[in-house]
């Protein structure tokens, strides 16, 4: 059986499904072997790949941070739209993609998060529409060709170190509550405007919050990996306002393929201070849903010289 990847075209299909007997949850949570995090409508699965040694400038990447894939569910009707965000190898990927093609479950973003990590991570996205145990079923079954863990996850050794600053005054700072877990603290932070997937209002929980992570590192310090969720408008401004606050800047592209409006994700490394981070992150926060009509549009391409 095929499964209908979200697009445009799928837009009046999901706007006039009949409302219909809830989907047995239970049955998804066994395939993907798992119990979900339900927020809202929205029934998450975290895929973490607690397999992989992950080092970047000289930081063990903890699964939290930035290893830890998701898949996404929200019922339409009888049915489900499916999004999700799969962390592979670089020697994995082909043979995922050809599992998901082969299963019709749609690809939607190939590409990096992190610069100069070893080994190289790879991030594919991927979307779908149909019955939400099928499609789990087909991501576990493209999962089968990775070493993605599944089961019950293994119990921390010990209990992580104190991060060394003030995690309430990360909140402060960010205006927003973080949420520990791995050795990380997480931040998901939702646009202040309303995005649609195939024409369907999407929830933040299906992928479009900006996400901020900060992993203690010692003596107050953080690593930080941070995934802006911005309009094509707000790019300029939030690259500039990132660089001109000492954060990299390591990826810019799309996610999704039917989103309105179009939506850009701008990811981020950086390590300092851990509250000296939040407060450049809060600048770059501020950029986004601000009034950018101030903002000088950008030069006109030179005239093209004519070759005759």
Request: proline share 8%.
């Amino acid at each position: 059986m095929r499964y209908a990847p979200v697009t445009l075209a799928l837009a009046g299909l999901l706007l006039t499904a009949p409302a219909r007997a809830e989907v047995d949850w239970s049955r998804v949570d066994a395939v993907m072997d798992r119990e979900a995090a339900v927020i809202g409508a929205v029934h998450k699965y975290p895929l973490p790949r607690g397999d992989l040694h992950v080092t970047l400038d000289g930081v063990d990447i903890r699964p939290a941070l930035a290893l830890t894939g998701w898949i996404a569910f929200e019922q339409i009707g009888a049915q489900a739209m499916m999004m999700g965000d799969l962390v592979l190898t670089e020697a994995e990927t082909q043979p995922v993609l050809r599992s998901l093609l082969a299963d019709g479950v749609g690809v939607t973003g190939l590409h990096n998060h992190l610069l100069r990590a070893a080994p190289a991570t790879v991030y594919m996205h991927v979307s779908g529409f149909g019955d939400p145990v099928a499609l789990a079923r087909a991501i576990r079954e493209a999962l089968a060709e990775t070493k993605t863990p599944f089961g019950a996850p293994a119990k921390a050794a010990s209990e992580p170190p104190q991060p060394g600053f003030d995690a309430a005054e990360l909140d402060a700072i960010l205006g927003a509550k973080g949420k520990s877990g791995g050795g990380v603290i997480q931040f998901s932070i939702p646009r202040p405007d309303e995005a649609r997937i195939a024409g369907m209002a999407a929830p933040p929980a299906m992928g479009l919050a900006t996400a901020l992570n900060f992993q203690p590192t010692g003596n107050g310090k953080a690593a930080v990996v941070g995934d802006f969720v911005v309009l094509g408008r707000e790019t300029a401004p939030l690259l500039k306002t990132l660089q001109s606050n000492g954060v990299a800047v390591t990826a810019l592209h799309n996610h999704m393929v039917s989103d309105e409006p179009r939506l850009f994700f701008v990811h981020v490394f950086a390590q300092d201070d851990a509250l000296k981070l939040a407060r450049s992150l809060r600048a770059a926060l501020d950029v986004i849903g601000s009034d950018q009509s101030a903002i000088p549009p950008a030069p006109a391409p030179a005239q093209a010289r004519s070759w005759k």
